[in-house]
């Protein structure tokens, strides 16, 4: 019963910028962490960003500098500001929200359905 929705994604020119948006909703009590994660074309998902509750955050060697991963957990949102994009950033961006459902101590890791990020050369 928590579902969790991108925005944001497109196409976008070598060293444009693009911003992510991911909203958690539902049954949640509460939002542990939250994190950004790509797969490219014939590539394994792999992490991007992650940013625990208490803002500390976490980056793949490959976006440090260029990506600055925020949440306002008043609105269980977590925003993924890229910038310096470049060809090979080209991939689906899904979010994950670690989410403790109402009503349970049941923590469960809900995925969203992913948004294409698109960078030409």
């Known amino acids: 019963q928590v579902q969790v929705v991108e925005s944001g994604g497109g196409l976008v020119q070598a060293g444009g910028s693009l911003r992510l948006s991911c909203e958690a909703s539902?049954?949640?009590?509460?939002?542990?962490?939250m994190g950004w994660y790509r797969q490219a074309s014939g590539k394994q998902r792999e992490l991007v960003a992650v940013?625990?509750?208490?803002?500390?955050?976490n980056y793949a060697d490959s976006v440090k500098g260029r990506f600055t991963i925020s949440r306002d957990n008043a609105k269980n949102t977590v925003y993924l500001q890229m910038n310096s994009l470049k060809p090979e950033d080209t991939a689906v961006y899904y979010c994950?929200?670690?989410?403790?459902?109402?009503?349970?101590?049941?923590?469960?890791?809900?995925w969203g359905q992913g948004t294409l990020v698109t960078v030409s050369s």
């Open positions: 539902g049954s949640i009590f509460s939002i542990n962490t």
């Open positions: 994950n929200a670690d989410t403790v459902v109402l009503g349970t101590l049941r923590s469960v890791k809900v």
């Open positions: 940013v625990t509750r208490g803002d500390s955050t």
